[in-house]
């Protein structure tokens, strides 16, 4: 566990921790997030040196940084996560819930240790992480939960069934959650994300990834830019959007 921060501005922010913050979607959203003045807390489980360089960018702009290690997925890592953001930055108005991981492969070849590693880092996370947060944000009376989901959680996918019912459940936690806060002025929205051009698709070969995207309407990727613009809406949306899955795809999974 690291705990580093930037210098402190006088003026009130807002405090934003986002985890799974290496690279990809999570990286983005924490620099869309520094660049339009909040104060981050940045998280991932294993890669020390990319976090180090996002707290480093993240510093440059002004902002003040905590730089969190450890896997959200473990209920200990994510209490020590928590307060390290809570020291750091003297709590949280927006939590994004980004961790994940995938698994290509037939169900009945995946382990049991497989299964729980995809359902421990894209769901059990979550109620980690709210966990800790929630009583934070009914302090200030104010909160926003916003978990980055995928289409898969709508509709699942072939060989990817782990992660299509960790994405589905993590769309009901949303759902629920959000009813059972939203009476303390605290919203809980998801964004289903479709192909991003993230590390995640690393996996495919030139001609399936060109046969994806011939499928998708806007005839591209997705850019992890992009879904962290959108989260940050959802961030800045008005209080009465609550218990929503926000699509994002390009026309894919209409």
């Known amino acids: 566990m690291n705990s580093n ?28 997030f520094a660049k339009k003045g909040y104060d981050v807390a940045v998280n991932c489980a294993h890669d020390e040196e990319a976090l180090r360089s996002l707290h480093a960018q993240i510093t440059e702009l002004g902002c003040r940084c905590v730089m969190c290690m450890g896997d959200v997925g473990s209920a200990e890592d994510a209490d020590r996560v928590m307060s390290a953001a809570q020291e750091g930055l003297g709590g949280i108005d927006i939590l994004v819930n ?16 497989e299964w729980h590693a995809v359902i421990s880092t894209n769901l059990t996370a979550a109620y980690n992480t709210c966990r800790r947060a929630i009583p934070m944000m009914l302090k200030s009376g104010r909160g926003c ?22 994405k589905g459940g993590l769309n009901a936690f949303t759902r629920a959650l959000a009813k059972e806060l939203a009476p303390s002025n605290i919203r809980v929205n998801a964004v289903a994300c479709g192909a991003i051009d993230t590390s995640m698709n690393a996996f495919l070969e030139a ?45 894919w999974q209409i």
Not at 18 to 32: D, F, K
Not at 98 to 113: H, R, V, W
Not at 148 to 162: D, L, P, Q, R, T
């Open 145 to 166: 939960i916003i978990n980055v989901s995928s289409v898969w959680g709508n509709i699942g996918a072939s060989c990817e069934v782990a992660y299509s019912a960790s």
């Open 207 to 251: 001609d399936e990834m060109q046969a994806l995207i011939n499928e998708i309407p806007a005839g591209r990727l997705g850019r992890p830019e992009e879904a962290a613009a959108m989260i940050r809406l959802i961030a800045q949306a008005p209080e009465y959007l609550t218990g929503q899955i926000i699509t994002l795809d390009g026309g």
């Open 98 to 113: 980004n961790a994940g991981i995938s698994y290509i492969g037939l169900l009945q070849d995946m382990t049991p240790e």
């Open 5 to 32: 921060t930037g210098s402190v501005k006088e003026e009130a922010r807002e405090r934003v921790l986002v985890t799974g913050a290496g690279r990809g979607i999570g990286r983005a959203a924490a620099l869309e």
